[in-house]
């Protein structure tokens, strides 16, 4: 078996799968608590803490979405046309 030190497997875009990955996570947090589609005002006053704690992972996973957002918004090429 030959053994090479790069990766054969080809990701065109990077943030496209880091987004789908953020994506299905947020999909299997909210299958696991559904709770977590609550507004504040009818979640219980104190929830579990494994509930907890999927509200931190939904705030990291906002806060990474729009890091990647900022990122994306950056790096795109301007029209030198248009306003800043």
């Not at 992972?57 to 790096?75: F, K, S």
């Amino acid at each position: 078996m030959l053994r090479t030190d790069s990766i054969s497997l080809h990701v065109p875009e990077p943030l496209a799968l880091i987004d789908a990955t953020l994506l299905f996570t947020l999909q299997i947090l909210v299958a696991r608590h559904p709770d977590l589609l609550l507004p504040h005002e009818d979640a219980p006053p104190c929830p579990p803490p494994a509930v907890l704690a999927a509200r931190e992972l939904l705030g990291a996973i906002r806060e990474l979405h729009l890091a990647l957002e900022n990122y994306r918004d950056t790096t795109r090429p301007r029209d030198p046309s248009s306003p800043r």
